[in-house]
């Protein structure tokens, strides 16, 4: 809903101010060992939680991931 409210201010020459985040999580099916994403779940939700940017952009991101960052 925000990139909704994002793109309807930009044609109205509004002062928009918004945060952008990419990560790159990496896939959660691979076996990393101390890398594995059961272990960095929690770790990437908190800095998402930390930044609350408007916007987030992930890189080989799964369904599993997705769902699992996306929870309230």
């Given at each position: 809903m925000r990139?909704?409210?994002?793109?309807?201010?930009?044609?109205l020459g509004l002062n928009a101010q918004?945060?952008?985040m990419t990560?790159?999580?990496r896939l959660g099916?691979?076996?990393d060992g101390p890398n594995h994403w059961d272990i960095r779940k929690?770790?990437?939700r908190d800095l998402m939680d930390y930044y609350?940017?408007?916007i987030y952009g992930?890189?080989?991101?799964?369904l599993p991931q997705i769902k699992?960052?996306?929870?309230v």
């Open positions: 990139l909704v409210w994002i793109l309807l201010l930009f044609p918004f945060n952008v990560y790159n999580i099916s691979v076996d929690e770790k990437l609350d940017c408007g992930l890189q080989e991101a799964q699992y960052l996306l929870r």
